[in-house]
């Protein structure tokens, strides 16, 4: 197992949670 690997999966992750707060954001804006 590389470490550049478990970056590359852990950004995917931090990624991954941004698109979930904005849309949470999104929904209780309307």
Not at 2 to 26: A, H, M, P, R, T
Request: overall charge positive; some cysteine.
């Amino acid at each position: 197992m590389s470490e550049k690997n478990d970056l590359k999966s852990f950004g995917c992750v931090l990624l991954y949670v941004q698109i979930l707060k904005s849309f949470k954001y999104d929904l209780e804006r309307i």
